[in-house]
Every structure is written in structure tokens, then in C-alpha cells.
């Protein structure tokens, strides 16, 4: 076998393999995998809304979110199938990572790592929600997960740095995805032909304050686990509830906690256009 053959060879298998990645299945787990996101987002605004006016009862994060969609008529079916649709987001990304995203530049290095940890991230996510769908007890809400956590990791060598570090990248990653949002990035990703006019418009409503809503959460959870190090003290660090709820302190009151949370709302309805619209 020649050179020139070889290179065929490769050429050919590149191309089926991108063509499997591209297939009508994980396009289908990708979209499912969005809407899935969507529920999620969307019920944890609506917990957090609830806290905003005086109802401090339910834990406003993934837990208290499918403990809410538990309680639904169907409710065990519909846990299953936000459990799937993630794994389903799991495998999406895995297949980017694997073979490339959507894109002139779905190739790149940088790309396919950011799709590499966005997969490992999904499918924590979606044996969490797959154990509460089969009956398995969690371990404790997002407060209490981010402290342990926290803890763990100042035990280890420069734990406190490692912490520091972690906490400066989520609160980056708030920043970023604020910033991509007001920008309207995920514009490259749409299928903005298909869409009319009024879509468009709607879309970014839901796309600019359900960023901006979410990015703002990342950075202030962030920024407690940056406390959590400097004062070497893990109850500083805190989750998603905890997190959402420091909004409420703050001098604009109950209001600003009001606004993050239709903000977060926003963005699952958002995460539902995006399985629509989306170029996978």
C-alpha cells in the first residue's frame, strides 16, 4: 500500500467518523439534552423567585429542582427523562470533543477540550439526576456538597491555592459567559435563517439577561470560594443556594434576588430555543 493510499485511508475514516458524530442520534441527545438543561435552569429560577418573596422553605438548586419536578403528575417519568437528556448532552459533547464541534473553527484544540470537560461535567451531572430517578438518597444539598468539597481540597498539598485557583476560574467563567452573552456569541451557533424576526428578538431577550443572570451567579460563587481560601475556612464557600440567596442581602434587597432569578428562569426558556434552533 502506497503513501497516497494511506492518506486516502485516513481521509475516509475522518470523514465517516465525523459523519457519526454528525448522525440524526446524537443531533437527537444533543436537542434533549438542551431542553433537559432548560427544565433545570428554569425550575431552579422559579425556587429562587419563591425565596425572593418570602418562601424559604425549598432549596433552590438542582436538588430542590427535581424534588419539585418529582412532585409533578409523572413526576418519576419526567426526573428519567431530564436524567437521559443529559446523558444525552454528555454524549453530544463527548462527540465534539472526539471529532469537532459545529463551526469553521469546531476543529480546534481549544474547542475540543472545552467540549472534553463540558462532557465530563454533563455526565456528573446526569448520574446525579439518574441516582434521584432510581430512588438513590443525594448527598445533601449544593451548600453543603460545595463546603465538603471545599474541605477535601484544602487538605491536599497547596490545597488552599487549588481553592483560590478553582475559585478565580468559576468566577472567569461568570464573567465570560456574562460577556459572550451581552455580545450575542451564540448567534454562531444559531440557525438564525430559520428563525422570523420576532423570534430573533425574543430569543435574545432570553439569551442576553439569562446569560448575564447566569454568568453573575458563577462569579459570586466563585468569589466565596476565593473567601473560603483566604480566610482558610470552607463554610465560606457556598453553592447554588446559598449563593443565590447572598442576592437578597445585598442593599437592593429581595429585588435584586428577584431579578437573577427570572434571569435564570429566562435562561432555561432560552436553553428550550436552543433545541430548537440550534446548529449541532
Not at 143 to 149: A, G, L, M, N, P
Not at 203 to 209: E, I, Q, R, W
Request: without cysteine; charged residues 20%.
Amino acid at each position: 500500500m502506497n503513501a497516497a493510499s494511506v492518506i486516502r485511508g485516513r481521509r475516509t475514516a475522518r470523514r465517516t467518523a465525523r459523519q457519526a458524530a454528525n448522525s440524526s442520534a446524537v443531533e437527537a441527545a444533543a436537542r434533549w439534552g438542551l431542553a433537559a438543561r432548560g427544565v433545570i435552569y428554569f425550575l431552579v429560577g422559579l425556587l429562587a423567585l419563591r425565596i425572593a418573596f418570602g418562601d424559604s422553605g425549598e432549596q433552590a438548586d438542582r436538588g430542590g429542582a427535581l424534588e419539585e419536578l418529582a412532585a409533578q403528575p409523572f413526576g418519576a417519568f419526567l426526573v428519567w427523562a431530564v436524567g437521559i437528556g443529559l446523558a444525552g448532552m454528555a454524549l453530544w459533547r463527548l462527540s465534539e470533543a472526539a471529532f469537532g464541534a459545529a463551526g469553521p473553527d469546531g476543529h480546534k484544540p481549544s474547542k475540543r477540550l472545552l467540549s472534553a470537560a463540558r462532557a465530563v461535567f454533563y455526565a456528573f451531572v446526569a448520574y446525579s439526576v439518574l441516582s434521584f430517578a432510581a430512588g438513590e438518597k443525594g448527598s445533601g444539598s449544593s451548600d453543603q456538597q460545595s463546603r465538603d468539597i471545599t474541605s477535601r481540597a484544602m487538605e491536599l498539598p497547596a490545597g488552599q491555592w487549588l481553592v483560590a485557583l478553582g475559585g478565580l476560574a468559576v468566577a472567569g467563567a461568570g464573567l465570560w459567559i456574562a460577556i459572550r452573552a451581552i455580545l450575542r456569541k451564540y448567534h454562531k451557533h444559531l440557525k438564525l435563517s430559520a428563525m422570523s424576526r420576532r423570534t430573533k428578538k425574543a430569543v435574545d431577550v432570553l439569551g442576553v439577561s439569562g446569560g448575564i443572570a447566569r454568568g453573575a451567579v458563577f462569579a459570586v460563587a466563585g468569589a466565596f470560594a476565593v473567601q473560603a481560601a483566604t480566610q482558610y475556612d470552607p463554610d465560606e464557600a457556598k453553592g447554588l443556594d446559598d449563593t443565590l440567596r447572598t442576592f437578597s442581602e445585598t442593599p437592593a434587597g429581595p429585588w435584586l434576588l428577584a431579578a437573577i432569578a427570572a434571569g435564570l428562569a429566562l435562561f432555561g426558556v432560552f436553553s428550550f430555543a436552543m433545541a430548537r434552533w440550534r446548529k449541532v
